[in-house]
């Protein structure tokens, strides 16, 4: 069964969406509902041997009825979020049950008991939609992928989005400076780098350093932590599930934590100047990080006279063409009085972000394929 351990220093929420809506008959099935709920940690309300109040029926954020007792819930309202649970496989009527109820699904236990455990606690967390997750990496060193990273987020957050941004490059200057809030409290990588399991999403939003409406997740100032696989699924995890946007800052080499960090990325922007050495160097990593994230895109910073435009810069890497981020002499004057990239709304910079974010996002968070 999945696990739920975490790190002590998240804090715990002070309210929580409700637990689920059991409806059962059978008290061995309603034992082992009460053990997956508590291992989701989650808290149901139960009703059991009787029809649910339709306030409890319409509220609750899941309801898991049992085969048995489907007749009890027969004729309320639709709704969504209703699962079925048995346990045999052989039963003719389950199928029949699930219509008249307006099931989501049926689950048969015990197999199906890893899957409902994280489904009940999404429904604890108040779980919607995952974020769409940017995935943003510089094809030689000095891009200016950091840069892009820090402009898609604070592009998203100033639309009204939840927003996060994760560096995960632990080699890199930190994204907390190049946004001006190292000096903000909050937890860092470092204090994540035994998470394990199930992070609460909703804790770890609330742990983190804060810029105006964007959360962030950097390193701290002292040495390099590597941060394990299982941790970065963990955190990532849970950034996702809080739903909006996700940027993440990428390294260029791909080791095992970073391979993890790619499978959970929906597109990811490759910057690359226009210069052959860079354009070189950008198909080493689109190569590597090719092998574990698919929708990989070009963005081409074109500086004059550079000889190369930017649909042959992606051609030459074999990539879609994302865009162009021509250049921005005022981010110069601006990073160092603490505005952010993208903080300029009428800039290159916040233009290309706030077109590639309108083209990405739909009304339910997919990606929109080039």
Do not use: Y
């Not at 496989?89 to 899957?115: F, K, S």
């Not at 409902?116 to 992928?145: F, N, Q």
């Not at 996060?164 to 909050?186: N, S």
């Amino acid at each position: 069964m999945t696990g739920t351990t975490t790190r002590d220093c998240l804090p715990a929420l002070a309210e929580r969406p409700g637990g689920p809506l059991i409806v059962t008959e059978d008290e061995s099935l309603l034992d082992d509902l009460l053990r997956l709920c508590a291992a989701a940690g989650a808290e149901p309300e139960v009703v059991f041997t009787a029809r649910p109040r339709a306030t409890s029926w319409d509220n609750a954020p899941l309801v898991l009825v049992g085969t048995e007792a489907s007749g009890r819930v027969r004729g309320a309202a639709r709704r969504k979020g209703v699962l079925l649970i048995g346990r045999d496989p052989t039963d003719p009527d389950v199928w029949r049950h699930a219509v008249e109820i307006g099931a989501d699904q049926v689950l048969l236990l015990p197999e199906a008991e890893t899957w409902l455990v994280e489904r009940i606690a999404d429904a604890a967390e108040g779980a919607g939609d995952p974020a769409l997750t940017i995935g943003v990496v510089g094809g030689r060193g000095g891009a200016g992928a950091s840069t892009l990273a820090c402009a898609l987020a604070v592009t998203a957050a100033r639309a009204g989005r939840r927003t996060m941004l994760v560096d995960g490059d632990p080699l890199g200057g930190g994204l907390d400076i190049l946004l001006g809030a190292e000096r903000t409290g909050g937890l860092r990588w470092p204090d994540l780098a035994d998470s394990r399991g199930r992070v609460n999403s909703g804790a770890l939003e609330e742990s983190l350093p804060r810029f105006d409406s964007l959360s962030v997740l950097s390193w701290d100032r002292g040495d390099s932590v590597h941060i394990p696989p299982q941790a970065m699924r963990s955190v990532l995890g849970a950034a996702r599930r809080r739903g909006g946007v996700v940027v993440v800052d990428l390294p260029r080499r791909v080791d095992d934590a970073v391979a993890e960090t790619l499978a959970q990325i929906d597109v990811g922007l490759l910057v690359v100047p226009a210069e052959l050495r860079a354009v070189a160097a950008a198909g080493r990593v689109a190569g590597a990080v090719h092998l574990v994230l698919r929708d990989l895109r070009v963005v081409v910073r074109t500086t004059p006279g550079s000889g190369l435009d930017d649909r042959e810069v992606a051609r030459l890497i074999g990539l879609p063409l994302a865009g162009e981020l021509p250049p921005e002499p005022a981010l110069a004057d601006v990073v160092p009085l603490g505005g952010p990239p993208g903080s300029v709304a009428r800039g290159p910079l916040a233009r290309f972000c706030t077109a590639f974010l309108a083209q990405a996002l739909t009304a339910t968070g997919s990606v929109v394929p080039v």
